[in-house]
């Protein structure tokens, strides 16, 4: 017999005890289908997880547990998906105190050996061990609190300040700039906006494109080139806003990708190539956050 490794199943419901049902026929169907396929459903490393609102705690249903074959699994405070921590109320908290835990012993372990490099095996070597965790899937770090923006920019600091030599006190926003390395929220926009990019243009998978609603705006009527611009029009593609409360949701808003795409400039959204706009967006981005 073979192990399927990570399985997942979830559902969206106002009913938990309805939703917990449903959840364990799933189970039960799953359970048969990798019977018949020679796979098997490991019940003891099952884990569940309930979100939901803070701000929403006193009338929300509680999940007490739920039965996956004979076993009887408690909800976990805290489940980890493809590298990623995700809690019960999607602060990313556990995930931001991993990433700078494990950043910080990278930059302390190269830290102990920068004088035997130069810049440039420095700066390749924070893009491999430090960078590579800041920037990996970041796009759900959208919207968390600031001072879970803050420990990972000062991880960023503490990079640059590696690779340049900068002392402790002086200021790092130069220093970002002439390293022509974005910063933390920047980066996160970076990754949105990319995303949003390859859906417009059909090249991300159809469980993304379904996320986002299309909104062409209308030709303009009074332009002297009237040709170039209504083609420059056609081109660019804004998102319908999600509707949404702070009451459901808290300080986060769950349609990051229209916030952000929305916000870029024209020639930004209307690039013809990947590599075009990716140019575009960090120049932007760099102007944004640094003049």
């Known amino acids: 017999m073979l192990f399927a490794d990570d399985t997942q199943l979830y559902l969206i419901c106002d009913n938990v005890t309805e939703g917990r049902t449903a959840i364990e026929r799933c189970i039960d169907d799953v359970r048969s289908w990798m019977v018949d396929n020679c796979l098997i459903l490991n019940d003891n490393r099952t884990e569940v997880i309930q979100f939901r609102s803070k701000y929403r705690e006193h009338i929300t249903e509680q ?23 995700l809690d019960a109320y999607t602060t990313m908290s556990d995930h931001v105190s991993s990433i700078y835990k494990s950043a910080s012993f990278a ?23 430090v960078t590579s965790r800041l920037d990996y899937c970041n796009s759900v770090l959208y919207g968390i609190d600031a ?9 960023q600091n503490s990079a640059a ?17 002439d390293l022509h390395w974005l910063p933390i929220p920047a980066r996160i926009e970076f990754k949105i906006a990319l995303y949003v990019f390859k859906i417009i243009h059909d090249s991300a998978p159809s469980y993304l494109s379904s996320l986002v609603t299309r909104h062409a705006p209308p030709a303009p009527v009074h332009v002297a080139n ?6 420059r029009h056609m081109q660019d593609v804004r998102l319908e806003p999600g509707v949404y409360t702070l009451t459901s949701f808290g ?5 990051s ?20 706009f990716k140019a575009r967006l960090k120049t932007f981005l760099h102007h944004k956050y640094f003049e």
């Open 107 to 129: 930059l302390h372990r190269i830290g102990r050996i920068r004088r035997l490099l130069n810049r440039n095996t420095t700066e390749k070597l924070i893009h491999a061990f």
């Open 257 to 276: 990708a229209p916030l952000v795409w929305n916000a870029l400039p024209l020639h930004v959204r209307t690039a013809p190539s990947i590599a075009a």
């Open 63 to 85: 999940l007490t547990n739920l039965l996956v074959g004979v076993t009887l699994l408690t909800p976990s405070t805290t489940v980890k998906d493809l590298g990623v921590y």
């Open 161 to 177: 300040r590696i690779v340049t030599r900068t002392r402790k006190y002086d200021h790092i926003t130069p220093v970002l700039a």
């Open 226 to 231: 009237r040709t170039r611009q209504s083609n």
């Open 251 to 255: 300080a986060r808003s769950p349609y």
């Open 147 to 155: 001072q879970h923006i803050a420990r990972l920019q000062g991880i």
